[in-house]
């Protein structure tokens, strides 16, 4: 059984940034895709970056361009999240692939416990 674990939500302002990571227990991120995914209240899940074995990179439109997922190690995977906006406020969850498709969250196996990102205006 592999456990994920967030850290690195919080509080920020409009237009500020934060950087989330995820830690896993066991070295499993080098041979899986990895992604992030976020919720919002009264929303579903939502896919927003995933980084491949080979270190290809996705990333939801709405991100795009102020998100970059890396993969430090083999067992740590971040999200760097810049020029923060209200909408981005959700509870972030960090995934495990098990196969099929990077942007659907059937597609993950494992997930993590999440981290608020609160953004205010």
């Known amino acids: 059984q592999v456990q994920l674990v967030e850290s690195g939500g919080g509080l920020v302002q409009a237009g500020g940034s934060l950087r989330l990571s995820c830690a896993a227990s066991?070295?499993?991120?080098?041979?899986?895709?990895m992604a992030w995914f976020r919720q919002a209240p009264g929303k579903e899940r939502e896919f927003v970056a995933a980084i491949s074995r080979s270190g290809d990179t996705y990333y939801a439109d709405s991100v795009k361009g102020r998100f970059s997922i890396s993969r430090d190690n083999a067992n740590t995977v971040d999200v760097q999240m810049n020029s923060l906006k209200p909408e981005d406020t959700a509870i972030y969850y960090c995934?495990?692939?098990?196969?099929?498709?990077?942007?659907?969250?059937?597609?993950?196996?494992?997930w993590g416990q999440g981290t608020q990102v609160t953004v205010s205006s």
């Open positions: 995934a495990k692939m098990r196969s099929g498709s990077v942007f659907l969250a059937s597609s993950y196996e494992y």
């Open positions: 066991e070295r499993t991120f080098s041979t899986s895709v």
